[in-house]
């Protein structure tokens, strides 16, 4: 690949350069795809780990199940252009598959509300710790403002804006990419090579057909990213105040479900655990608030450039 695209290997003094250039030029080619690294295990053999964006190369981003064929037959056209044959794909294994969901929020002074009640959410779950600041692909620290990253050794989870990650990366925004809010959950090796065991996996080979589904894709969404954002609509106190006052619970559980919000938004949504809460009740009053279609998390009543209410975007 290295002779096809004219890049001379020598002429770098280290190797990973070389394929940062080889990928540019694929990358230029082809944009749907990308070399992440090429890897020899010795006798000549090579592995090469290519980076596929499915809604690149069906362009759109409703992706379905019944799109598997379309985007295994351009696979295969790849590597038949450049290695003469497709024999490759069926020995490939996966070693990362993205999940996402992305809500449409047109106004961007919504999804400037939404960012900022992010912040409420909690620091960790399921071995995922919010990270406020990472590395750019070229390694340069970012911090992110448009979006929330949630990351652990074989998941991530990442929410961010994705027209603003466009302009960060001065690529051209496509249509399917204005006004959205992905939520992007992140399978990696690691966990991938979990679920191949019968034990505490679920046997599940790493082929891109074995993971390439929609309920699937709903069943990891449910598990990794509710427990997260929760389910139910943002509001201020007064409107939340009147949601709960309109309920059937008793007057005791209103004013306790009152003084949980308070505290959450006071600190963050770990915040009444943090006071003593047991978690049978934090849970179980999670769980009223959600039955009544509040969000734990409030928008600040003393930001008058905030609307009362917003609805939630992460709607499975």
Same mark, same amino acid.
């Given at each position: 690949?290295?002779?096809?695209?004219? @890049? #001379?290997?020598?002429?770098? %003094?280290?190797f990973?350069?070389?394929?940062?250039?080889?990928? +540019?030029?694929? =990358?230029?080619?082809?944009n749907?795809?990308?070399?992440?690294?090429?890897s020899?295990?010795?006798?000549?053999?090579?592995?090469l780990?290519l980076?596929v964006?499915?809604?690149?190369?069906?362009?759109?981003?409703?992706?379905?199940?019944?799109?598997?064929?379309?985007?295994?037959?351009?696979?295969?056209?790849?590597?038949?252009?450049?290695?003469?044959?497709?024999?490759?794909?069926?020995?490939?294994?996966?070693?990362?598959?993205?999940?996402?969901?992305?809500?449409v929020?047109?106004?961007?002074?919504?999804?400037?509300l939404?960012?900022?009640?992010?912040?409420?959410?909690?620091?960790?779950?399921?071995?995922?710790?919010? @990270? #406020?600041?990472?590395k750019? %692909?070229?390694?340069n620290?970012?911090?992110?403002?448009?979006? +929330?990253?949630? =990351?652990?050794?074989?998941?991530?989870?990442?929410?961010?804006?994705k027209?603003?990650?466009?302009?960060?990366?001065?690529?051209?925004?496509?249509?399917?990419?204005?006004?959205?809010?992905?939520?992007?959950?992140?399978?990696?090796n690691?966990?991938?090579?979990?679920m191949?065991?019968?034990d505490?996996?679920?046997?599940?080979?790493?082929?891109?057909?074995?993971?390439?589904?929609?309920?699937?894709?709903?069943?990891?969404?449910?598990?990794?990213?509710?427990?997260?954002?929760?389910?139910?609509?943002?509001?201020?106190?007064?409107?939340?105040?009147?949601?709960?006052?309109?309920?059937?619970?008793?007057?005791?559980?209103?004013? #306790?479900?009152?003084?949980?919000?308070?505290?959450?938004?006071?600190?963050?949504?770990?915040?009444?655990?943090? =006071?003593?809460?047991?978690?049978?009740?934090y849970?179980?009053?999670?769980?009223?608030?959600?039955?009544?279609?509040?969000n734990?998390?409030?928008?600040?009543?003393?930001r008058?450039d905030?609307?009362n209410?917003?609805k939630?975007?992460f709607?499975?």
């Open positions: 690949m290295f002779y096809m695209y004219g @890049v #001379k290997v020598d002429r770098y %003094e280290h990973g350069a070389a394929v940062i250039a080889l990928n +540019q030029k694929v =990358k230029d080619r082809f749907a795809y990308g070399i992440r690294w090429l020899s295990q010795g006798k000549g053999i090579w592995y780990h980076k964006d499915a809604i690149k190369i069906l362009r759109k981003s409703d992706i379905t199940d019944n799109d598997y064929a379309a985007v295994e037959a351009n696979i295969r056209i790849f590597l038949i252009k450049h290695f003469g044959h497709a024999s490759y794909f069926n020995s490939h294994r996966l070693t990362r598959i993205d999940y996402r969901f992305d809500a929020v047109p106004n961007p002074k919504d999804r400037k939404l960012f900022h009640l992010f912040e409420k959410y909690t620091k960790k779950y399921g071995f995922k710790e919010m @990270v #406020k600041w990472g750019d %692909e070229n390694g620290p970012i911090k992110y403002e448009t979006s +929330q990253y949630h =990351k652990c050794k074989s998941v991530e989870l990442f929410i961010y804006s027209e603003d990650e466009r302009k960060a990366k001065g690529e051209k925004i496509e249509p399917y990419d204005r006004n959205r809010v992905r939520y992007e959950l992140r399978l990696k690691e966990h991938l090579n979990g191949t065991r019968d505490k996996g679920t046997g599940r080979p790493k082929k891109l057909s074995a993971y390439f589904s929609n309920a699937l894709s709903e069943q990891y969404l449910t598990k990794h990213v509710l427990p997260i954002v929760h389910k139910g609509n943002y509001y201020k106190i007064s409107e939340a105040e009147k949601i709960i006052e309109n309920s059937s619970f008793s007057k005791l559980k209103k004013k #306790k479900l009152r003084a949980f919000l308070i505290s959450i938004s006071k600190g963050n949504i770990d915040t009444p655990l943090k =006071k003593g809460m047991s978690k049978p009740t849970r179980q009053y999670l769980r009223d608030l959600e039955n009544i279609g509040v734990p998390i409030l928008i600040p009543k003393n008058k905030f609307p209410q917003l939630n975007p709607i499975l």
